[in-house]
């Protein structure tokens, strides 16, 4: 079974290019990765349904939030699982916990690029950030981040990482910072 790589964040983080760049960090040492994007798998099931003519939005637009955000984790988790590949790198929001419990990554790695703050307002209600993760990266340095992470990945050290920016008193943008 591949090991699952959770790339998880609010919309515009960033996610989709850090994932691209991973990939070709990790293909770089001749394994095998698969890589699923939640937008372009929503979007082939909207297309699968308008070609059958399912009721596609009924199953979407479910008025309970949390079982359709599950339902995409469950979605995602059939993708990971049916892979056989050596890594696989999921890409979607995972706004809530049960998300992250049901899809269960190996590696969690939230893209904490935006400021919630600053973000809209349905955002900001919906996304809970992560207590659980491995790598937080809080600048949109794709380049300088995605070698790095690949190669911690890759040796198997599961150590939390904090990437980028101004923390604290401390300049990490250079490099990174373990967080215990």
Not at 51 to 66: P, R, S
Request: charged letters at 25%; hydrophobic letters at 40%.
């Amino acid at each position: 079974m591949a090991v699952k790589i959770l790339v998880m964040g609010v919309p515009n983080a960033g996610k989709t290019y850090f994932s691209e760049k991973l990939k070709q960090e990790l293909e770089g040492v001749k394994v095998k990765v698969d890589w699923f994007n939640s937008d372009l798998i929503r979007e082939q099931y909207l297309f699968d349904a308008l070609q059958t003519k399912k009721a596609y939005f009924n199953y979407e637009n479910n008025n309970n939030m949390e079982t359709m955000r599950l339902r995409k984790a469950a979605r995602m988790l059939n993708l990971a699982n049916s892979s056989l590949a050596d890594f696989v790198i999921c890409d979607f929001v995972c706004p809530i916990p049960a998300m992250h419990k049901l899809f269960d990554p190996k590696w969690t790695i939230w893209m904490d690029t935006i400021d919630l703050d600053k973000f809209q307002k349905t955002t900001k209600n919906f996304f809970n950030p992560p207590t659980k993760y491995n790598f937080r990266i809080v600048e949109k340095k794709a380049h300088v981040w995605a070698p790095i992470i690949a190669e911690h990945i890759l040796q198997n050290n599961d150590t939390k990482l904090l990437l980028g920016k101004y923390y604290g008193s401390k300049n990490i943008s250079n490099g990174f910072t373990r967080i215990r």
